[in-house]
């Protein structure tokens, strides 16, 4: 079940409150002797504790020094800035096209990010498209999200972003569900197209493409795509939000399931023969 942004949100304000509190806890103090050590009324420590209310940047460092927990400094910002900006509004940056969408913005964090792991259940990954697959795709959702029709150039932007697979000191580690080669975006001829594409990707030396076959046991099972660009951020989407997440905890989670995801994968000609099997019963 994918839950709203907005209450995803609410969660994490309450999670944080909740943390917070067990800090001043465990160093013995008092709603009302952090508050006078922090220099704020007590209630607002109830209020930031109880989720009613976010603390500021501030905060976060007072309490932490009032507390003798420098330590959770770097976690607790990640997470209040996770609050300030845990998604983006597709609908409010399709005001714009389908262009800011797909992050004409992002170009920044693909040239300084150095190893991408990238796992989708069912659609190819967006540097790996072709310009008639992703033209396809985004046709949908120009309509659904009711942007300007800016096709032409939102395709453009995604397949200039592709350069970025053949820069220097770049590694691409992707796994995907058999699934993701048998949904059709477009016409037979469009869904060949775009698998002969990946089987040509995985001659490169610095992409490493997974391949978990229908009906094989697994001991994990991804409920959404998701990227993990370096160990700085992982990037998810659902039909109305790109949440973006940089709590190193829950990076850490992430990175676990990317593995779990792996480990059924088949790689090489094994993952070559199912691309294959797939362009075939296209007919």
């Excluded at 909740?18 to 709603?31: H, N, P, W, Y």
């Excluded at 932490?64 to 607790?76: E, K, N, S, T, V």
């Excluded at 949908?140 to 932007?157: C, H």
Aim: net charge neutral; charged share 25%; glycine share 6%.
């Amino acid at each position: 079940m994918i839950t709203s942004p907005s209450s995803s949100a609410k969660q994490e304000k309450e999670a944080l409150g909740v943390r917070l509190s067990e800090l001043r806890k465990d160093a013995g103090l008092t709603a009302r002797a952090l508050a006078a050590a922090t220099g704020q009324h007590y209630t607002r420590v109830s209020k930031i504790e109880h989720g009613v209310q976010a603390p500021s940047d501030r905060d976060i460092r007072d309490w932490c020094r009032a507390c003798g927990a420098d330590d959770q400094l770097p976690d607790l910002l990640a997470t209040l800035r996770a609050i300030e900006s845990a998604y983006l509004e597709f609908r409010r940056q399709s005001r714009a096209g389908m262009k800011r969408v797909l992050g004409a913005h992002t170009f920044a964090l693909y040239e300084r990010t150095k190893l991408f792991r990238i796992y989708e259940h069912n659609v190819i990954p967006g540097l790996f498209q072709t310009a008639e697959y992703c033209s396809a795709m985004l046709s949908f959702w120009t309509r659904f999200l009711g942007a300007p029709n800016d096709l032409e150039e939102a395709v453009a932007t995604r397949m200039e972003r592709q350069r970025v697979i053949y820069h220097g000191g770049k590694r691409f580690i992707v796994v995907l569900e058999e699934q993701a080669l048998r949904t059709w975006f477009g016409a037979a001829e469009t869904q060949a197209g775009q698998l002969d594409r990946l089987l040509a990707l995985t001659s490169l030396p610095n992409v490493s493409l997974g391949i978990v076959p229908m009906m094989t046991e697994r001991i994990a099972v991804g409920s959404t795509g998701f990227w993990i660009f370096d160990d700085a951020l992982v990037a998810l989407e659902t039909p109305t939000a790109s949440i973006e997440v940089n709590r190193p905890q829950e990076l850490e989670l992430y990175v676990r399931m990317f593995e779990a995801l792996k480990t059924p994968a088949v790689y090489g000609r094994a993952a070559r023969d199912l691309i294959t099997k797939a362009i075939d019963e296209l007919g």
